[in-house]
């Protein structure tokens, strides 16, 4: 695999950082957050939730980051955490919700021009897959946007694979009928 700049920065980055360079580390961190934020929203569905799943993953990623023995492998490394700690909070609102009995709320739009983009087939998507359950949602996201198999999502959800595809299979079933011209996420003319 042929390393650009960018690769290279990064790799120099996590070298500094395992050697205690504060500004490094900052840096590093600092390169990487948008990624992080904008896959943690995708996957919570809630800007609160991603917020805490991106902190708590950067707070593990500074403590831990002298024990990756591979700097190349940094991105995938960073992103694997990330992923456990969005699992976790999807984990722990469940228990919430089942103890508790009430449905965790569906996050609003960022925006009102996200509600008028009705036409649009990605931002029927997008919203298909905000609809579903969190851990459907993630599962979905994993999946296919990440492209991890479900070998991969077990590991980082603690979750069994049979429950997996069960999970997938329904949340494939929601997000096709969501998105048929005559479902439920297409208005009638």
């Not at 390169?31 to 950067?58: E, H, K, T």
């Not at 722990?92 to 087939?121: F, G, L, M, Y």
Request: with cysteine.
């Amino acid at each position: 695999m042929k390393r650009g700049p960018k690769q290279i920065h990064q790799e120099l980055l996590v070298l500094f950082a395992q050697g205690g360079d504060e500004a490094a580390l900052a840096e590093l961190l600092r390169l990487n957050l948008p990624a992080w934020q904008a896959r943690a929203r995708f996957i919570m569905g809630s800007q609160a939730d991603a917020d805490d799943a991106v902190q708590d993953a950067c707070m593990t990623i500074a403590r831990s980051v002298r024990k990756l023995t591979d700097p190349a492998a940094f991105g995938a490394w960073a992103n694997q955490i990330l992923s456990r700690r969005c699992a976790d909070i999807v984990r722990k609102a469940i228990r919430v919700r089942r103890t508790h009995s009430n449905a965790v709320p569906k996050p609003a739009p960022d925006s009102p021009a996200e509600t008028t983009q009705q036409c649009d087939e990605s931002s029927n998507l997008r919203r298909a897959i905000g609809d579903l359950p969190p851990e459907q949602r993630m599962i979905v996201v994993m999946h296919y946007l990440e492209q991890r198999s479900l070998k991969q999502i077990a590991r980082i959800t603690r979750v069994p694979v049979g429950t997996l595809k069960s999970r997938l299979f329904t949340a494939r079933k929601t997000l096709a009928a969501a998105l048929e011209p005559t479902g439920p996420a297409r208005s009638k003319p």
